[in-house]
């Protein structure tokens, strides 16, 4: 039974790099996945997604794909074994029920990869949309500089501060993320190597 997933993590969870060997395990059984990334994620209009391990492959837009009219996107979709879907959380969330029809009226896979919440911890309207319908929820983790886990996305400025307002959504920005823990999110403490970072580069 095909079902749709929603695998989560902060930034540095490796999600990419997972979305990626996710597709290259259906190509290496001789079966087509079709990659996806919401095209606000495409800084310059490239279909191309990478991970901070260095791998990177080819993928289209999720919008060229998931339809306004459910049948038109099933007629897109028809002849993939599967479809892996980056950056979730910025997909439109009136779309994503979509994904729960195409999944078990067509026994498609869709393997979604995304943030929950921004950095105000905050919920993005896709990812909640899709917490609450996936079949299967998984977190991938990572951790905060000071080893405990981490689930909170801190947007850095460009002293090191921890940002404590702004959009949702930053786009074209050169703004910085890394995650940590909630005691250290709250405290706006990144960690003494990030620190000596900023501090070189003033
Ligand atoms: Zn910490």
């Known amino acids: 039974m095909a079902r749709l997933y929603f695998r989560f993590g902060a930034m540095g969870s490796s999600k990419t790099a997972n979305a990626l060997m996710v597709a290259f395990n259906y190509e290496e059984k001789g079966l087509k996945p079709l990659v996806l990334k919401p095209r606000i994620e495409s800084r310059d209009g490239e279909k191309t997604i990478r991970s901070r391990i260095g791998l990177e492959r080819e993928c289209e837009f999720f919008e060229d794909y998931f339809k306004e009219d459910i049948e038109e996107t099933k007629k ?100 910085a993320y890394i995650s940590l823990c909630y005691a250290h999110y709250k405290s706006g403490d990144i960690g003494p190597k990030m620190r000596a970072r900023y501090e070189k580069s003033r």
């Open 76 to 175: 897109l979709l028809a002849g993939y074994d599967a479809v892996v879907v980056d950056e979730v959380q910025l997909c439109d969330p009136k779309l994503i029920p979509q994904m729960y029809a195409v999944v078990h009226d067509m026994e498609l896979p869709v393997i979604c990869y995304g943030l929950k919440t921004d950095f105000l911890l905050q919920p993005f309207p896709a990812s909640l949309e899709l917490a609450a319908i996936a079949d299967v929820v998984q977190e991938l983790k990572t951790v905060c500089w000071c080893g405990n886990g981490a689930n909170c996305n801190a947007r850095i400025d460009s002293e090191g501060n921890v940002v404590r307002e702004g959009e949702q959504v930053m786009l074209g920005g050169n703004d």
